[in-house]
């Protein structure tokens, strides 16, 4: 279960209103155009980041790894990205959790999604991750990320995260958010200089009190 405080359905979609959700606390799902849910955010001030030595010694294990941004509707969809993404997220999550169909409609149709970029990953210009997200002037939102499981590539997953969050910085956004904080496995996600959570209230940079959360 995703853990969600509040919903809300937005119809503004201007930059103001949805910066405004976001710092409230609210990110953009997946289950309708305007839906978004409140939940404990994470997200990294752009200003404060900078590559820790693990992090960079990520980047290195994964050097081969590139980052292209497409639009969306993406034009080049093919069936095999949603197949791809279906069997990311039953192996993680379990069965029913992200259909191809649901993929699909969020690659490929802007009147029920809510997110406006794909970032594609490519190892030797071959295809190996994706990441649905949605992202304007000031922030980016790392929302659906996947990728092949079966890839001879160690900390693909991580690797992927980390050029997201180097490109947003190099595109001087303020914020990127990474999801919300729920899981035990969650914890990856904080390791990153910069990194607030919000509390259901306001934001926090005490990660020792968030690690002290029962999940």
Same mark, same amino acid.
């Given at each position: 279960?995703?853990?969600?405080? *509040?919903?809300?359905?937005?119809?503004? =979609?201007?930059?103001?209103?949805?910066?405004?959700a976001y710092k409230a606390g609210f990110v953009? %799902?997946?289950?309708? /155009?305007?839906?978004?849910? !409140? %939940?404990?955010?994470?997200?990294? +001030?752009? *200003?404060? =980041?900078?590559?820790?030595?693990?992090?960079r010694r990520i980047v290195k294990k994964t050097e081969g790894l590139e980052l292209d941004v497409m639009?969306?509707?993406? #034009? +080049? @969809?093919?069936?095999?990205?949603?197949?791809?993404? /279906? +069997? =990311?997220?039953t192996t993680k999550f379990g069965d029913g959790t992200f259909s191809a169909n649901k993929v699909k409609e969020i690659l490929t149709d802007e009147t029920k999604s809510n997110f406006n !970029?794909?970032?594609? @990953?490519?190892?030797?210009n071959e295809s190996v991750g994706y990441c649905v997200v949605y #992202?304007?002037?000031t922030l980016l939102h790392y929302s659906y990320p996947f990728y092949n499981l079966s890839e001879n590539q160690t900390n693909l997953g991580m690797g992927m995260m980390l050029r997201a969050i180097m490109w947003t910085q190099e595109q001087k956004k303020e914020y990127i958010y990474l999801g919300s904080f729920q899981r035990a496995t969650d914890t990856y996600k904080? !390791?990153?200089?910069?990194?607030?959570?919000?509390?259901?209230? !306001?934001? *926090?940079?005490?990660?020792?009190?968030? /690690?002290?959360?029962?999940?």
């Open positions: 279960m995703y853990l969600s405080w *509040q919903e809300k359905k937005i119809t503004d =979609f201007s930059t103001k209103t949805i910066d405004a953009f %799902t997946r289950v309708g /155009k305007g839906s978004m849910n !409140q %939940t404990r955010s994470l997200r990294i +001030d752009l *200003q404060k =980041f900078s590559l820790s030595s693990e992090n639009t969306l509707p993406y #034009s +080049d @969809y093919h069936w095999s990205i949603g197949k791809l993404a /279906k +069997d =990311f997220y !970029q794909l970032l594609i @990953y490519k190892i030797n #992202s304007n002037a904080l !390791q990153f200089a910069g990194l607030e959570w919000y509390d259901g209230e !306001q934001w *926090q940079n005490n990660l020792g009190e968030l /690690k002290k959360i029962k999940l």
